[in-house]
């Protein structure tokens, strides 16, 4: 035999028949009869490389954290292969490998069963917060729920429980069961709720609808009177405002009726209002006269003449009779402040000679000035003696009583 019939691993005999070593010995694993020794040795090495390549592929998977469950079930079956494997080559560390793995397999498996635990876990935390997310949903008052952003959020709750069903963990089948009972009660409780309170709305629309036809119709019924009408139509208005809501489409179909018959009372008042106005602008011309005269009254002093003018202007300014309506509260203003002028006129007289006060203010002068007398007598005396601090004392009241006088008097 040459060199040519044997390797580290292996060797072929004159019969063809390919050996692999192991340990002291060696193992028959076949025979490759219509090719060289060469190409025999080349055969099971090639298989041995096989082997060796999903042995690797192997120790990949678990660096990758595949399934340890699977990764172990293919180190036995791997093992078990090679343990028997007509393959050339060193099998011997090829077991040593998968050994090696097998350890590895452990750790890696235990390692995922705690993390499928926690995933477990944290799945059941996130799919019982969506059942109190909901559960505080159907809690509200009903006569309080927005329901388009409640129904909008129910209906976000119940599409992320169903993509967790879909992409998380499988979660136990009692906890499963009872947290999707409590998903549904919650989410059947705000159906039942929401149906019922747009049930109530429409038959309340249907009573507005109903109501706003009849005001509507009345409405219309006004228009022949004209301006006369605005009156009724105004309550009409305030029993439309009470009448409540029908809905959008209905509400602003009948108010598009109803403000029209409202539109065209308006419109016969604006004539009648422009006809009156182009009348009364010689009266305005009239009454700002009148102003011009009467404004000075704002600076008099003699109160009798000032009440005469007053009471001159005014039978003549009522006698003159209505203005345009956009000028009333402009000439009415500046009239009402000459009239105040002239009744703080009267106002002021009045405090100067009311009986009572007069006769209030009378008797303190008298008490005043026999005061007054006293205390001369006693700044007299006071200077007789030359005490300087009688002196100062008596000046002192003196004047305080001579200053009350003249409040008084004045």
């Known amino acids: 035999m040459t060199n040519n019939n044997e390797t580290p691993w292996g060797r072929v ?13 060696e ?4 025979q490759y009869p219509d090719g060289t020794p060469e190409e025999a040795l080349a055969y099971f090495e090639r298989k041995f490389s096989d082997l060796a390549g999903q042995v690797t592929l192997l ?14 079930k293919t180190v036995d079956a791997l093992l078990q292969t090679v343990v028997s ?3 050339v080559g060193d099998l011997a560390a090829l077991r040593s490998r998968l050994e090696a793995l097998g350890g590895a397999v452990g750790e890696l498996a235990e390692k995922q069963e705690a993390e499928e635990k926690a995933a477990l876990q944290d799945a059941i935390a996130y799919r019982s917060a969506l059942v109190e997310e909901a559960e505080r949903l159907a809690a509200q008052d009903p006569a309080k729920i927005q329901w388009k952003h409640t129904s909008a959020a129910i209906d976000d709750v119940f599409a992320r429980w169903k993509a967790h069903q879909q992409t998380g ?10 947290l999707w009972k409590r998903f549904r009660t919650a989410r059947s409780t705000l159906e039942a709720e929401r149906k019922a309170f747009f049930a109530e709305l429409d038959a309340t629309h249907k009573h507005a609808k109903a109501r706003k036809q009849e005001l509507v119709a009345a409405a219309e019924n006004l228009v022949a009177h004209g301006a006369d009408g605005i009156p009724q139509y105004r309550r009409l208005l305030d029993d439309w405002k009470a009448a409540g809501r029908a809905g959008k489409k209905h509400d602003d179909a009948l108010w598009a009726k109803f403000k029209a018959a409202g539109d065209a009372l308006y419109a016969a008042k604006s004539e009648i209002d422009a006809r009156d106005n182009e009348e009364f602008e010689e009266n305005l011309v009239r009454k700002e006269a009148l102003l011009a005269e009467a404004e000075p009254l704002l600076a008099a002093t003699d109160r009798d003449a000032a009440r ?4 001159s202007i005014q039978r003549r300014w009522d006698e003159i ?3 345009p309506r956009a000028k009333v509260k402009t000439v009415e203003d500046r009239l009402r402040k000459v009239e105040a002028a002239v009744r ?18 009378e008797g303190l002068a008298a008490q005043l000035e026999s005061a007054i007398a006293a205390l001369e007598a006693d700044l007299d005396d006071a200077k007789r003696s030359g005490d300087a601090t009688r002196i100062t004392k008596a000046q002192e009241a003196l004047d305080a009583r001579r200053a009350w006088l003249g409040v008084v008097s004045g």
Do not use: C, Y
């Open 59 to 72: 120790e990949q998977r678990i660096k990758r954290g595949s399934p340890g469950a699977d990764v172990a």
């Open 27 to 30: 193992r028959a694993v076949g």
């Open 308 to 311: 005469q003018t007053l009471i």
């Open 85 to 87: 494997a007509n393959a």
């Open 169 to 178: 963990p499988r979660l136990p089948k009692n906890e499963a069961n009872e």
């Open 13 to 25: 005999d004159e019969t063809g028949t390919v050996f692999v070593r192991e340990g002291d010995g």
């Open 344 to 361: 703080k006129l009267d106002e002021e007289h009045w405090q100067r000679n009311n009986p009572e006060r007069k006769a209030r203010a």
């Open 321 to 323: 009779g209505k203005v």
